[in-house]
């Protein structure tokens, strides 16, 4: 039976924590439940503020109680027992969700395939050096209702994945940018394109003529479902093509944006810290964003050369090993993340290291840029055939390696001065690490012990 004012929280990490804390300040009754061990500064948090919790195990009995369910988007949508949950009609909803009753700041939300961390961080950076009073959260940053419960922010530039989205419903972005969708999470999704792009197209929900939508125009999916649907916001489309018809396009180098007659701003890219044609437009979309917060050129050309890009997204070691050149790109989850990886690669002998947990990949994509560009490849994980399959009549070297050290040494022993050696993994790093950030980490400790 149902308790009313009862919140269970699934999951206790940051975001987890979060909510807890925030829906305890609200006065609700809350109890937290993680199925694996919760790290001991969450357990500090969590005894400090009062609030019950288990780990190990999630007691079906008293979750069932909740009026209301706070899910991590790690959890997956169809676990039993969020299933059950639904089944007898408990809401359940992303921490976002939550946190955004209670704040009446203005929300700048960015969702894509590839490259929202990077614009999040880049949109926060800009009003930050503004002087906005600005706060950074979702998937990078503090926990968004953290955040909510002990600052009073007028802005939020807030990264937000699909596994967040499926569980916002009244939630709505003042300012939302849509940088590109391609397929990525399928096994969350029955393997449907077009659920995942439905998914994604939820950062939309509840914007009014007065809000604003930024979108990339060079991406077909994004434009053939933007055609089919009645979008209320103001549209305001980005481009790395000389289309003068955009409010940003890129033409001779220079990054223009033009809005209204008087409201104009241009920028060489040799002027900016993120380089790479994939970047351009992630400049342009947080370039948009702050012209609509009023941000003034200056400001905005100030921040575009003084930002320093996001760790392990194309992140440069910072010193070569027998004239051999590593990049780190364990943020590349996905197929299309390795495209653009491979597109901004200068050297034509690259040793690609690529492999993890498959997410339902086609690496067809890649084909014609791993003739030009790869040497070799470099497969990192507990199951590399796909991998192997699909590139094995295009490459004359693959090996294959179960460790990061194995798969620096192997790199390092195959590369000759000039080359480059990329991680960059078109895959979840779940089978041999524990996240991106922990392959990343490995990664540069390995090529500092070459």
Not at 60 to 86: C, F, N, T, Y
Not at 194 to 216: G, H, P, V, W
Not at 290 to 315: T, W
């Amino acid at each position: 039976m149902k308790k009313d004012n009862f919140i269970v929280i699934l999951g206790a990490a940051e975001s987890g924590v979060g909510a807890a804390i925030l829906a305890k300040e609200k006065g609700f009754e809350v109890f937290v439940s993680d199925n694996g061990t919760i790290k001991e500064q969450y357990k500090t948090m969590l005894v400090e503020n009062g609030i019950d919790y288990e780990e190990g195990h999630h007691t079906e009995e008293k979750i069932l109680q909740a009026s209301e369910i706070i899910k991590s988007p790690g959890i997956r949508s169809d676990a039993p027992l969020i299933v059950k949950l639904m089944n007898q009609g408990t809401p359940v909803i992303s921490d976002l969700e939550f946190a955004a009753r209670y704040t009446k700041a203005k929300l700048i939300c960015i969702t894509g395939s590839n490259g929202k961390t990077t614009t999040t961080l880049l949109t926060y950076h800009i009003l930050k050096q503004a002087g906005l009073n600005v706060g950074l959260a979702g998937n990078v940053g503090k926990s968004f209702a953290l955040q909510v419960a002990h600052n009073n922010f007028d802005y939020y530039v807030l990264e937000i994945s699909n596994f967040q989205l499926d569980h916002m419903y009244d939630f709505k972005a003042d300012i939302a940018i849509l940088l590109n969708i391609t397929p990525d999470h399928l096994d969350r999704y029955e393997y449907k394109f077009q659920n995942y792009i439905n998914s994604k197209f939820r950062i939309l929900q509840n914007m009014q003529a007065e809000d604003t939508f930024i979108y990339c125009s060079d991406d077909q999916v994004l434009i053939d479902e933007i055609g089919k649907r009645i979008i209320s916001a103001d549209m305001k489309a980005f481009t790395v093509t000389d289309d003068e018809s955009k409010q940003a396009y890129l033409k001779d180098d220079t990054i223009y944006v033009n809005l209204t007659e008087k409201d104009g701003f241009s920028i060489s890219v040799g002027e900016l810290q993120l380089q790479g044609k994939h970047n351009y437009g992630n400049s342009m979309a947080a370039i948009l964003a702050a012209k609509a917060v009023d941000i003034k050129n200056d400001k905005i050309r100030e921040s575009l050369k003084s930002f320093e890009n996001v760790e392990h997204r194309l992140e440069k070691v910072p010193f070569q090993v027998n004239g051999v050149t590593f990049i780190n790109d364990s943020k590349a989850t996905n197929v299309n993340s390795v495209w653009y990886a491979l597109d901004s690669m200068k050297s034509k002998n690259v040793i690609w290291i690529a492999g993890g947990t498959d997410k339902g990949n086609d690496y067809s994509e890649l084909f014609d840029l791993v003739n030009a560009k790869v040497k070799a490849l470099v497969c990192l994980g507990v199951d590399n055939e796909k991998l192997k399959k699909s590139f094995g009549d295009k490459l004359d070297t693959i090996k294959e390696t179960r460790s990061m050290k194995d798969a620096v040494e192997t790199s390092f022993k195959l590369a000759s001065p000039g080359d480059v050696v990329l991680l960059s993994p078109a895959c979840a790093s779940f089978d041999l690490f524990k996240s991106y950030v922990d392959r990343g980490l490995q990664f540069k400790e390995e090529v500092r012990k070459l």
